[in-house]
């Protein structure tokens, strides 16, 4: 089973930060690696898909990169909306979850 | 509109059985995969079953192979799941998510539905 690990597991963050969120995987998974964001009771939603391209109405100060085991989530300028938790998934083999990034206002 | 609106989460005893319903509204839904995805109470995701858009290819996570059943009714553009012999850490919000048609990723998402298992 392929293995997805986050960092950091929370962050505190300003308004107008620039945030990058980390996620590895346990064996190469090409580009399979999508983020999610969920709001807490709210259902996730997908924000970057095939590691880089931005799912449509998504705002563009979100960003993916990377590729084989190593990827990163970049919000380029926090704005208010953007404190949630956030997912990594591979859908390389099957699907696996990270255990997430709890943003937080600091 | 694009719409998943997941039913049938409830309380049930331990080695007991439910089944969920994902009712699909705004798109073909003929022509996408789908999933369920579960959230244990504070903790994060968990993919658990999937099947492919005629109903012809199912995959489990470890955690509900031989227990949870995913099936569709095409004509019904409903997703269900059947799960039986519960378990306590069976307990979690579970939702239903379309595969994309073009991506690798879950691209519509169900409100979520609750389950509790429970003595």
């Known amino acids: 089973d392929i293995q997805m690990t986050q960092s950091p597991s929370s962050l505190s963050a300003s308004v107008g930060d620039r945030v990058t969120i980390t996620c590895r995987a346990s064996q190469s998974i090409s580009s399979y690696l999508n983020w999610y964001q969920q709001k807490p009771g709210k259902a996730p939603k997908l924000l970057i898909y095939a590691a880089s391209s931005l799912q449509s109405g998504v705002p563009s100060r979100f960003s993916g990169s990377g590729s084989g085991t190593d990827f990163t989530l970049t919000i380029s300028s926090l704005q208010p909306e953007d404190f949630a938790t956030y997912y990594c998934?591979?859908?390389?083999?099957?699907?696996?979850f990270g255990q997430g990034t709890k943003l937080e206002i600091k | 509109e694009v719409q998943l609106v997941e039913s049938g989460g409830g309380l049930v005893q331990p080695g007991g059985s439910l089944r969920l319903s994902c009712a699909a509204s705004g798109f073909t839904f003929s022509s996408y995969w789908m999933h369920w995805v579960r959230q244990a109470p504070g903790k994060g995701l968990v993919w658990v079953s999937r099947i492919n858009s005629d109903g012809s290819s199912t995959s489990y996570a470890d955690s509900v192979k031989g227990r949870f059943t995913i099936s569709r009714d095409n004509a019904k553009n409903t997703l269900y799941l059947q799960m039986n012999s519960l378990r306590a850490e069976d307990t979690a919000v579970y939702y239903c998510a379309r595969g994309q048609v073009a991506g690798p990723g879950m691209d519509v998402w169900g409100q979520g539905t609750t389950v509790t298992v429970s003595s």
């Open positions: 998934q591979q859908s390389y083999s099957l699907y696996t």
